[in-house]
């Protein structure tokens, strides 16, 4: 088994594109991160270059303690999911799973044993002799993760896997990929751009932005203590709700008429200090009307999510939308008046977007 | 389920294909059929009579051992020209594929002798190689090789291959070259991955998967050698000398020319025909079956 570790890793492409600008963290053995981040922030060009696909152009990646740089990918001994799939259209599932081994000269008996348990492992029994395009897209899933576990690498690579599949099979295949990482203890990284894919599968999220890292750390802390504007937009759905403020005091911001309280705000900033206000929308609570420090929501119109319903309309003139479980607030246009627990105040610089969380 | 439109009656069908049905029938069915017809017939040396001979023109012709040499010609030719030109044509495809610098160039290039006429083309090649002025047949001279394509046979041979050759590579490469973009990136990648060296790459996936387009090229080109290349031969060796570069379809004008033997120019070509439709049906039969995957 093995632990990655990136170290200042770079990627400018020819014709000076500079898609990934210095990158550094690790997955301990074992461990599953996922890279998660708009569309071209460079998410697939990191991962392609742990996998050899792409030179590094400057900065230095690590598998197992040894520096992989100058690497041919056949010797990395990784393992890489594509988003197509990637298959082997000529040849049979029980071929597209062996080929990987017979390359490396594994025995027969050997190469039967190990496609034989990943089939029963994913459920592929059945199709062991079809070729790809003869399956669906969730059995051809099921036949590029059997192919890359009958390789038994150091490190699993997933570029986008379940983008190509229906919602609910995704649901179903985001489960047991965690499942199967969990039972195998494989080292893996997963690109994704669904931040729900990214929350539920990670124990070390990567997020990134125009080819840089914006925020790592576990899914918890990314979502509860989100180290810039970008981030706590980014994870969380509805997304979190930004609306300008000021510094009124230790620990105070005003929103116009009104006052809240942000505990994890850092202490030391003038009072005046334009700043942004992160809420998230499941975080709103009901107050009765003209309690101190309340702000006034002007519902427009509700949304049905079955469990929970949400309100959308305008907070001092500004977009605004809250979560609440259905039946917990009468679903009809009019005046709400709302407040935030201060453990759940965001607090943003209003230029740079970084968090102004207490040191 | 059902992909194709349907159209309600035989009307709008029939007037679709017709353009190409009229093509084909005043194109092919139309002379084929008088080949065939004339073929069984007997003409004396100035046309006056005709005589209905039955198959005697064929006995004739099989008993004669110039035909017998020129199949042979014909199957040493056409192997040579189709393996060469199938073979270097993906060489220069899979070289150009790898999106190296200057490959636009490097295409543009390879693509320009499609251009230039058969007969052009054998021009080009007889002037190369022409054992009194030409620059490659003096360069051969030099090394010691009694270079003379007017007196031998192999010499000859050799010629009109490598002439016909260099003029089917360029349309080869550019399908080769299509087939080998088509192959999707992630496919090679997977396979890098799982550790295929270069040439096991090519062999196990890239070559497989371009099979549709080799069985296609493969037709075409039998085609090709079997009848265009009568250009190429007639300018650079006119099927000489004695007959070591007569090919079928270089005898079957040769005869016919001078009307001297029509009956027997006819059988030939039935035979040719024949030939061709034997072997494209084979190749339908048998390796496109193994092709489509
Ligand atoms: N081969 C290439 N040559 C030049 N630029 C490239 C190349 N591949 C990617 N880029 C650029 O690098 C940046 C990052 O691309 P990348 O594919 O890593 O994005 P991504 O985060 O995976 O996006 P997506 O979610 O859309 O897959 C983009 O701006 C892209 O245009
Ligand atoms: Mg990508």
Same mark, same amino acid.
């Not at chain 1, 690790?26 to 461990?31: A, L, M, Q, R, Y």
């Not at chain 1, 669904?194 to 999220?205: G, H, N, P």
């Not at chain 2, 060469?84 to 594929?97: H, N």
């Not at chain 2, 002439?163 to 999707?184: D, E, H, M, R, V």
């Given at each position: @088994?093995?632990?990655?570790?990136?170290?200042?890793?770079?990627?400018?492409?020819?014709?000076?594109?500079?898609?990934?600008?210095?990158?550094?963290?690790?997955?301990?053995?074992?461990?599953?991160?996922?890279?998660?981040?708009?569309?071209?922030?460079?998410?697939?060009?990191?991962?392609? @270059?742990?996998?050899?696909?792409?030179?590094?152009?400057?900065?230095?990646?690590?598998?197992?303690?040894?520096?992989?740089?100058?690497?041919?990918?056949?010797?990395?001994?990784?393992?890489?999911?594509?988003?197509?799939?990637?298959?082997?259209?000529? @040849?049979?599932?029980?071929?597209?799973?062996?080929?990987?081994?017979?390359?490396?000269?594994?025995?027969?008996?050997?190469?039967?044993?190990?496609?034989?348990?990943?089939?029963?492992?994913?459920?592929?029994?059945?199709?062991?002799?079809?070729?790809?395009?003869?399956?669906?897209?969730?059995?051809?899933?099921?036949?590029?993760?059997?192919?890359?576990?009958?390789?038994?690498?150091?490190?699993?690579?997933?570029?986008?896997?379940?983008?190509?599949?229906?919602?609910?099979?995704?649901?179903?295949?985001?489960?047991?990929?965690?499942?199967?990482?969990?039972?195998?203890?494989?080292?893996?990284?997963?690109?994704?751009?669904?931040?729900?894919?990214?929350?539920?599968?990670?124990?070390?999220?990567?997020?990134?932005?125009?080819?840089?890292?914006?925020?790592?750390?576990?899914?918890?802390?990314?979502?509860?203590?989100?180290?810039?504007?970008?981030?706590?937009?980014?994870?969380?759905?509805?997304? @979190?709700?930004?609306?300008?403020?000021?510094?009124?005091?230790?620990?105070?911001?005003?929103?116009?008429?009104?006052?809240?309280?942000?505990?994890?705000?850092?202490?030391?900033?003038?009072?005046?200090?334009?700043?942004?206000?992160?809420?998230?929308?499941?975080?709103?609570?009901?107050? +009765?009307?003209?309690?101190?420090?309340?702000?006034?929501?002007?519902?427009?119109?509700?949304?049905?999510?079955?469990? +929970?319903?949400?309100?959308?309309?305008?907070?001092?003139?500004?977009?605004?939308?809250?979560?609440?479980?259905?039946?917990?607030?009468?679903?009809?246009?009019?005046?709400?008046?709302?407040?935030?627990?201060?453990?759940?105040?965001?607090?943003?610089?209003?230029?740079?977007?970084?968090?102004?969380?207490?040191? | 389920? *059902?992909?194709?439109?349907?159209?309600?009656?035989?009307?709008?069908?029939?007037?679709? /294909?017709?353009?190409?049905?009229?093509?084909?029938?005043?194109?092919?069915? %139309?002379?084929?059929?008088?080949?065939?017809?004339?073929?069984?017939?007997?003409? =004396?040396?100035?046309?006056?009579?005709?005589?209905?001979? %039955?198959?005697?023109?064929?006995?004739?012709?099989?008993?004669?051992?110039?035909?017998?040499?020129?199949?042979?010609?014909?199957?040493?030719?056409?192997?040579?020209?189709?393996?060469?030109?199938?073979?270097?044509? /993906?060489?220069?495809?899979?070289?150009? =594929?790898?999106?190296?610098?200057?490959?636009?160039?490097?295409?543009?290039?390879?693509?320009?002798?499609?251009?230039?006429?058969?007969?052009?083309?054998?021009?080009?090649?007889?002037?190369?190689?022409?054992?009194?002025?030409?620059?490659?047949?003096?360069?051969?001279?030099?090394?010691?090789?009694? %270079?003379?394509?007017?007196?031998?046979?192999?010499?000859?041979?050799?010629?009109?291959?490598?002439?016909?050759?260099?003029? *089917?590579?360029?349309?080869?490469?550019?399908?080769?070259?299509?087939?080998? *973009?088509?192959?999707?990136?992630?496919?090679?990648?997977?396979?890098?991955?799982?550790?295929?060296?270069?040439?096991?790459?090519?062999?196990?996936?890239?070559?497989?998967?371009?099979?549709?387009?080799?069985?296609?090229?493969?037709?075409?080109?039998?085609?090709?050698?079997?009848?265009?290349?009568?250009?190429?031969?007639?300018?650079?060796?006119?099927?000489?000398?004695?007959?070591?570069?007569?090919?079928?379809?270089?005898?079957?004008?040769?005869?016919?020319?001078?009307?001297?033997?029509?009956?027997?120019?006819?059988?030939?070509?039935?035979? /040719?025909?024949?030939?061709?439709?034997?072997?494209?049906?084979?190749?339908?039969?048998?390796?496109?079956?193994?092709?489509?995957?």
């Amino acid at each position: @088994m093995a632990q990655v570790t990136l170290t200042h890793v770079k990627k400018v492409y020819a014709g000076g594109v500079e898609a990934v600008k210095g990158v550094s963290f690790d997955i301990p053995d074992g461990g599953f991160c996922v890279l998660v981040g708009p569309s071209g922030c460079g998410k697939s060009t990191l991962l392609r @270059m742990v996998a050899g696909l792409e030179t590094i152009s400057a900065g230095e990646v690590s598998i197992g303690n040894r520096v992989v740089n100058q690497i041919e990918p056949a010797d990395r001994d990784i393992a890489m999911v594509f988003q197509n799939y990637a298959l082997y259209p000529h @040849m049979s599932v029980y071929d597209n799973m062996a080929y990987g081994l017979r390359n490396r000269g594994t025995p027969k008996d050997e190469i039967e044993k190990r496609v034989a348990e990943a089939a029963r492992i994913l459920a592929i029994e059945p199709f062991m002799q079809r070729r790809p395009r003869q399956l669906s897209g969730g059995q051809r899933q099921r036949v590029a993760m059997g192919r890359a576990i009958v390789r038994k690498p150091q490190v699993f690579l997933f570029d986008e896997p379940l983008s190509n599949l229906d919602a609910k099979l995704r649901v179903q295949m985001r489960v047991e990929i965690k499942k199967l990482q969990r039972a195998l203890g494989v080292t893996s990284i997963y690109v994704t751009h669904d931040q729900v894919e990214a929350m539920t599968l990670s124990d070390k999220l990567v997020v990134m932005n125009g080819g840089q890292v914006e925020q790592i750390g576990v899914p918890s802390e990314v979502y509860r203590k989100p180290a810039s504007k970008f981030v706590a937009t980014f994870i969380g759905s509805p997304p @979190m709700n930004i609306l300008p403020a000021t510094i009124d005091g230790p620990g105070i911001v005003a929103l116009g008429d009104a006052i809240l309280e942000a505990r994890d705000l850092q202490q030391d900033l003038a009072a005046g200090t334009k700043v942004e206000v992160g809420l998230r929308p499941e975080d709103i609570e009901i107050v +009765t009307e003209g309690q101190a420090g309340s702000l006034p929501f002007d519902v427009e119109f509700i949304e049905e999510l079955g469990a +929970t319903q949400l309100f959308h309309g305008q907070l001092s003139g500004l977009p605004f939308v809250m979560q609440a479980a259905t039946g917990e607030v009468a679903a009809q246009p009019g005046r709400l008046w709302i407040t935030v627990d201060p453990d759940r105040v965001h607090v943003f610089d209003a230029t740079s977007g970084t968090r102004l969380g207490r040191a | 389920m *059902q992909k194709n439109a349907y159209f309600k009656g035989l009307t709008i069908p029939l007037l679709l /294909l017709l353009p190409q049905l009229a093509i084909t029938i005043v194109f092919f069915y %139309w002379p084929a059929s008088q080949a065939v017809w004339q073929s069984f017939l007997l003409e =004396d040396a100035f046309g006056t009579s005709t005589e209905f001979v %039955w198959f005697e023109n064929y006995t004739e012709l099989f008993s004669r051992p110039e035909y017998f040499k020129a199949f042979v010609n014909t199957v040493i030719f056409s192997s040579f020209v189709c393996v060469l030109s199938l073979s270097i044509a /993906l060489l220069f495809a899979v070289m150009a =594929d790898r999106q190296i610098r200057g490959a636009e160039v490097y295409k543009t290039l390879l693509i320009w002798p499609y251009a230039v006429a058969p007969a052009v083309a054998g021009v080009l090649w007889l002037f190369m190689f022409d054992p009194s002025l030409g620059m490659l047949a003096r360069g051969l001279q030099s090394l010691g090789i009694a %270079w003379n394509p007017r007196l031998n046979g192999n010499h000859a041979m050799l010629l009109v291959i490598l002439a016909a050759t260099w003029k *089917q590579i360029s349309y080869n490469f550019l399908f080769f070259l299509a087939g080998l *973009q088509a192959i999707p990136k992630s496919v090679i990648e997977a396979a890098v991955i799982d550790g295929a060296r270069p040439m096991r790459r090519f062999w196990t996936i890239v070559f497989p998967l371009l099979s549709p387009t080799t069985f296609f090229l493969l037709t075409v080109n039998i085609v090709y050698v079997f009848f265009d290349t009568f250009g190429i031969i007639d300018t650079v060796t006119g099927g000489g000398p004695s007959g070591a570069t007569q090919t079928l379809v270089y005898k079957v004008w040769a005869d016919g020319k001078g009307g001297t033997d029509l009956g027997g120019s006819a059988a030939q070509s039935v035979i /040719l025909l024949v030939m061709v439709i034997g072997m494209t049906a084979i190749q339908f039969r048998f390796i496109e079956r193994k092709v489509s995957y």
